[in-house]
Antibody, heavy 122, light 111 residues
């Protein structure tokens, strides 16, 4: 059974930093890309970042480019999202999600974690 | 890139069908067969319902079906059940530099 468990969310001041983690199990993590998707309160889904299975293919949404960094530790079955220069508009539930096919990036995601709430406020 | 356009709401009575549209451009929906649909109940994580425009993951009822014509994809839910009341989002591949774009979301109400 695929399981994705996010951690690291919380309250942070504008301009601050936070690192989210997503621990994966139930599939061969080494062979799959991973994504982060966020959802602001009462709003729709917004893709944030994707990383390829080996960590060699990385893309970001324009809204976070230069401020967020995605990384993948295949030895720990964990994907990370390092967020810096946080703004109020980054307040959202952040979901990690598994790319549906091995060694692909843009074919869609199939399993999602339960999400981690990040609140940016003074 | 801009979000894909979905109607804000749709509704139907139990047993009826509802169809949700997802309109993009030739750079996303119209250019690739990587359209997915997700169902999200309040306070829950999204769940994959359709992938590759028309395919259903195992465990998803065949009441859910997908299609595409030009730059518009559609999700049809037939034989509506109370449990189908949820938000639905489409997603499409949008090119190598911005691989994912989501739709604006549609709230389906079972009357």
């Amino acid at each position: 059974e695929v399981q994705l468990l996010e951690s690291g969310g919380g309250l942070v001041q504008p301009g601050g930093s936070l690192r989210l983690s997503c621990a994966a199990s139930g599939f061969n993590f080494n062979n799959y890309g991973m994504t982060w998707v966020r959802q602001a309160p009462g709003k729709g889904l917004e893709w944030v970042a994707v990383i390829g299975y080996s960590g060699g293919h990385i893309n970001y949404a324009d809204s976070v480019k230069g401020r967020f960094a995605i990384s993948k530790d295949n030895s720990r079955n964990t994907v990370f999202l390092q967020m810096s220069s946080l703004r109020a508009e980054d307040t959202a539930v952040y979901y990690c999600a598994k790319v549906r096919e091995e060694q692909r990036v843009g074919v869609g995601v199939d399993f999602w974690g339960q999400g981690a709430l990040v609140t940016v406020s003074s | 890139q801009s979000a894909l356009t979905q109607p804000p709401s749709a509704s139907g009575s139990p047993g009826q069908s509802v169809t949700i549209s997802c309109t993009g451009t030739s750079s996303d929906v119209g250019g690739y067969d990587y359209v997915s649909w997700y169902q999200q109940h309040p306070g829950k994580a999204p769940k994959l319902m359709i992938y590759d425009v028309t395919r259903r993951p195992s465990g998803v009822p065949d009441r859910f079906s997908g299609s595409k014509s030009g730059n518009t994809a559609s999700l049809t839910v037939s034989g509506l059940l109370a449990e189908d009341e949820a938000d639905y989002y489409c997603s499409s591949y949008a090119g190598s530099s911005k691989p994912y774009v989501f739709g604006t979301g549609t709230t389906v109400t079972v009357l």
